[in-house]
């Protein structure tokens, strides 16, 4: 068990959060018995994620991330894995409606609205792209680099209970 000391001050600050990550076993349909993982930052569900075979703690840790932390990562100049930048506004382009037209399988899936999706994104902010979203589940390593680029650091207090902190650098 990791205990890092320089933690244990009151979380109520602001710039600095505890978080805990909690896992439990999906009762839904169709995901019945799968994992999920929940995020709640400062006592409060941010995040949660289903599944397996990803980076699931990182997952929650960029969707809860990407919305907290938005205006900041709107600053960043150079490029992160796992990071893109949206159009608020995008619609699907005339090249994907028409696969999708004549593809049954292509149209029962999303899959060329979800990859048209990503072509139209930026790995930079620009004025068309301005929201973020950081696919954590390309693992927590990338999300910790994001998170320091915006000057946050993001450190385990106790791994065995699962609770973490993201504090702002002084």
């Given at each position: 068990?990791?205990?890092?000391?320089?933690?244990y001050?009151?979380?109520s600050?602001?710039?600095?959060?505890?978080?805990k990550?909690?896992?439990?076993?999906?009762?839904?349909?169709?995901?019945?018995?799968?994992?999920?993982?929940?995020?709640?930052?400062?006592?409060?569900?941010?995040?949660?994620?289903?599944?397996?075979?990803?980076?699931?703690?990182?997952?929650?840790?960029?969707?809860?991330?990407?919305?907290?932390?938005?205006?900041?990562l709107?600053?960043?100049?150079?490029e992160f894995?796992?990071?893109?930048?949206?159009?608020p506004?995008w619609?699907?382009?005339?090249?994907?409606?028409?696969?999708?037209?004549n593809?049954?399988?292509?149209?029962?899936?999303?899959?060329?609205?979800?990859?048209?999706?990503?072509?139209?994104?930026?790995?930079?902010?620009?004025?068309?792209?301005?929201?973020?979203?950081?696919?954590?589940?390309?693992?927590?390593?990338?999300?910790?680099?994001?998170?320091?680029?915006?000057?946050y650091?993001y450190?385990?207090?106790?791994?065995?209970?699962?609770?973490?902190?993201?504090?702002?650098?002084?």
């Amino acid at each position: 068990m990791t205990i890092n000391t320089a933690f244990y001050q009151p979380f109520s600050l602001p710039d600095r959060y505890k978080l805990k990550y909690k896992w439990t076993t999906s009762k839904a349909k169709n995901s019945y018995g799968y994992n999920r993982c929940t995020l709640l930052v400062n006592g409060k569900k941010e995040a949660s994620t289903c599944g397996g075979g990803y980076d699931m703690i990182g997952t929650c840790l960029g969707s809860w991330a990407e919305k907290q932390f938005s205006s900041e990562l709107l600053k960043l100049k150079k490029e992160f894995y796992g990071l893109t930048y949206h159009d608020p506004n995008w619609k699907p382009s005339d090249q994907c409606l028409e696969i999708e037209k004549n593809d049954e399988l292509t149209k029962l899936t999303g899959l060329a609205k979800y990859q048209d999706f990503y072509k139209q994104s930026s790995k930079v902010p620009t004025d068309k792209h301005i929201v973020p979203l950081i696919d954590g589940a390309c693992g927590v390593e990338s999300v910790k680099k994001i998170l320091s680029a915006i000057g946050y650091i993001y450190d385990c207090i106790d791994y065995d209970s699962g609770v973490y902190a993201v504090e702002k650098h002084s």
